[in-house]
Nanobody, 120 residues
């Protein structure tokens, strides 16, 4: 069972950038991705990449602003968030799955979450 640790959240102004990281306890051949959850809301899909790095999926709300990458040599993957908006405020969770997915129920393991707060 792989363990995930996500980090990099913080407070940023609208229009700014943050880079989140997720480190796995062992090498992974899984698809990986990020989800977010705001207070009173369900956890929602943000972005994902398959196990080969050849295919990505991006939520419409973040398209053109967020990108995902993986660094398999370091057992890590990253979420680069640019042009942040107040609507991006949420706890962000990394996760792994057997196949690329937009469905939280298909995530096999979650990170603990990292808070992103965007002020206007």
């Amino acid at each position: 069972q792989v363990q995930l640790t996500d980090s990099g959240g913080g407070l940023e102004q609208a229009g700014g950038s943050l880079r989140l990281s997720c480190t796995a306890s062992r090498p992974t051949y899984y698809a990986v991705g990020w989800f977010r959850q705001a207070p009173g809301k369900e956890r929602e899909f943000v972005i994902s990449i398959d196990e080969t790095g050849s295919t990505t999926r991006v939520a419409r709300t973040v398209k053109g602003r967020f990108t995902i990458s993986r660094d398999d040599a370091r057992n890590t993957f990253h979420l680069q968030m640019n042009d942040l908006k107040p609507e991006d405020t949420a706890v962000y969770y990394c996760g792994v799955s057997l196949e690329i997915t937009e469905e939280p129920l298909r995530i096999l393991q979650w990170g603990q979450g990292t808070q992103v707060t965007v002020s206007s």
